[in-house]
């Protein structure tokens, strides 16, 4: 497996409101139960730019390296983590505790991914068979799960018909596929 750099490309936000600065970071290293990944794609969200300009009620970490749809593979783990190998597939997504006063949100409240190499918490990462691609996983990361969700709370069986608003937007889209695909 090829060294990890010390040093890192990224998108930086050092002040609300912008400029994103594309510049040097260091590449920091796992807390006992986190994970490295090296990010090969990230998808995009309108909640960076929210992060950006700072208009949610939700303070944002300063500096902040935003992106929370990122899918990569993990290069080194700390000693707590055991179901995750070197070399596995991963996603990064927001968080699985949102709703926490002291939320962890890659991408708002801690750096995300835009940069080489992310920090994940173990718990909160998705395991990516080896076989998807990751170009593929990313960008359903935030809305593909946002939507999934929603039709799963929704009670709707395979053969029933589900209202979609916005229907022609990037979740609406995904949320039609999702629903396509569960018809029997």
Not at 29 to 50: A, R
Not at 82 to 88: F, L, T
Not at 146 to 161: F, H, I, M, R, W
Request: hydrophobic share 40%; charged share 20%; proline share 7%.
């Amino acid at each position: 497996m090829a060294e990890i750099p010390t040093e890192q490309w990224a998108q930086v936000i050092e002040k609300t409101g912008g400029p994103v600065e594309y510049k040097k970071i260091p590449v920091q290293k796992p807390k006992s139960d986190e994970l490295l990944v090296n990010v090969k794609y990230s998808g995009v969200c309108h909640t960076d730019l929210h992060a950006v300009n700072g208009d949610w009620p939700l303070p944002t970490k300063l500096p902040l390296v935003g992106g929370h749809e990122g899918a990569g593979v993990v290069v080194a783990k700390g000693e707590l983590v055991h179901d995750v190998e070197i070399g596995d597939h991963v996603g990064i997504k927001q968080s699985d505790e949102p709703l926490c006063s002291k939320a962890l949100m890659s991408g708002y409240t801690v750096d995300g991914t835009f940069q080489q190499y992310a920090i994940a918490k173990a718990a909160h990462a998705a395991r990516i068979p080896k076989d998807v691609p990751l170009d593929a996983i990313a960008p359903v990361l935030c809305a593909g799960i946002t939507v999934y969700k929603g039709l799963k709370e929704s009670g709707a069986k395979p053969g029933q018909t589900v209202a979609i608003v916005g229907a022609g937007g990037g979740l609406g889209s995904l949320a039609q596929q999702y629903a396509k695909a569960s018809e029997p």
